[in-house]
């Protein structure tokens, strides 16, 4: 009977240790309130990309809360991280073999292209966290030209994937990842007009 009592308590202090210890991110991590998840959804209603929107967004329900500027910001990061995603995948499948030299051509100018839209997103961010006070007009201004200038780049490069002679996987695959990526600029784009107009509005 005392074995078995101390196995029972030996067990139990595992499972508060693992608990504590080991495993403290399902104690600790905050569940996002509806309000935040709502905020989201209804901002991601004025996007010509909804769906999209929200589910590339909603994961940061905590940090975006109920705040215009963070949505925006946030929106903008993830499009960075998708875009340089984007890049590095098209940047492998300019090596692959048996590319037609329109498909290998497309790429080296969609990869050129790419590379300032990540640019330009990063000034984007850059501006964003330092947006306010009197010269927030003209903050906003800039931000919304590199963002506008980014959804040319990919709208440029899904162009050079055009037309009856390119059919092949990598003009699928490249055109795939581009689409997303130029949905979700168009995306940021717009929930950073709408922040601005918030602003401008108070």
Not at 65 to 85: D, E, F, H, M, W
Not at 138 to 152: A, E, F, K
Request: with cysteine; hydrophobic share 35%; net charge negative.
């Amino acid at each position: 009977m005392e074995g078995s009592y101390f196995s029972t308590l030996t067990t139990i202090l595992i499972l508060i240790v693992y608990a504590i210890y080991i495993n403290p991110c399902l104690a600790t991590r905050p569940i996002p309130t509806k309000t935040n998840t709502q905020f989201i959804k209804t901002s991601c209603g004025n996007t010509t990309y909804p769906e999209l929107c929200f589910s590339s967004l909603s994961s940061y329900a905590n940090e975006i809360q109920t705040s215009p500027k963070s949505l925006a910001s946030i929106a903008l990061s993830v499009t960075l991280t998708t875009t340089r995603s984007t890049l590095s995948t098209i940047a492998k499948l300019s090596k692959s073999q048996g590319l037609t030299p329109g498909e290998a051509a497309a790429m080296i100018d969609c990869m050129e292209v790419l590379n300032d839209s990540v640019e330009e997103l990063q000034s984007s961010i850059g501006e964003m966290g330092i947006a306010g006070g009197k010269n927030f007009e003209l903050q906003m201004n800039d931000i919304q030209t590199w963002v506008s200038t980014s959804l040319t780049d990919e709208d440029t490069c899904i162009d050079g994937f055009g037309g009856n002679a390119m059919n092949g996987n990598a003009k699928n695959t490249v055109r795939s990842h581009i689409v997303k990526v130029a949905e979700m600029t168009s995306n940021a784009l717009a929930l950073i007009n709408s922040f601005a107009a918030t602003q401008n509005l108070t």
